[in-house]
């Protein structure tokens, strides 16, 4: 009997006690508003959301090392920071819905906020379209760092992938920054996406009745000794059209580095002119035959221009 009795106490004491004096400090507060608009932010409210945000911020770390464990650093890089912006955004829905869950009546936030969010969604637009392009650029690895893309008629080399923009430095070392959302609405390309070798040509008209495969043979050899040509694939001369004032050729090459290809295009040009002229062959300019017509008086004359 007395052993009950003195279990019947400690659990009193622990319950009316212990417990209530917990239950007190839990439900201090402030309360804000009356009705249905009242709002009630205790100290167990608080801690509540300190203990969620714990929790969230462990599992994500998770989810982070679980996606990135076998990634190399430079992705890592990236997809780390689209997380800080999953994680915000996490930690929002977290507040909110800990707030509902406790009773407190979010619609007032909500209302509250609703104006202000339509009015910066729509200034922010084209912001998070910069940051969705972002993040498929880093999840489909469609650009990479090293890429050489051509964008608005500009070359350029991707030195950077942020999470709004990407910076490409051009063949006149000029940073151009990109909106990533470029990326998922224009028509880009990408000269190294699936290798660095690119095909390449230079073009040039030789005079009619010049011997044509002499004209191989000296296309051939102007880009078999150059430096950045490949010697396999071989490169090879295509008899491209009869044009209105020339035969039209063009040399097909290979190289591992269009970044720097006209520069290459431009040695090949020198040494198929030194070569033309030592085999005379010549690269015409446009011709016109003028006729000119007079009448029996001899008093007026017109003229009839054709092309050649």
Known sequence: ???????????????????????????????FGQGEKQISITVGLLLLVVVSFVIASFFLKWVRILFTRKMETTDKLKFISVFKFIKYVTYIVVVFTILSLAGVNITPFLAASAALLVGLGLALQVLFQDIIGGIFIIIDKSLLVGDVIEINGKIGRVMDIKLRTTRALTRDDKIVVIPNHKFITDTIFNYTQNHNTTREMVSVGVAYGSDTKKVEALLLE???????VLKNPKPFVLFEDFGDSALAFSVYFFITDSFIDPKIKSDIRFKVDSLFREHNISI??????????TNQKGSDISANMADD
């Open 284 to 293: 015409p300019f446009p011709q016109r035959d003028v006729h000119i017509f």
């Open 222 to 228: 102007s880009v078999s000794n150059q430096k950045g």
């Open 1 to 31: 009997m007395q052993e009950e009795n003195v279990t019947e106490k400690i659990t009193e004491v622990v319950k009316d006690d212990i417990w209530g004096t917990i239950q007190e400090v839990l439900d201090w507060g402030f309360v």
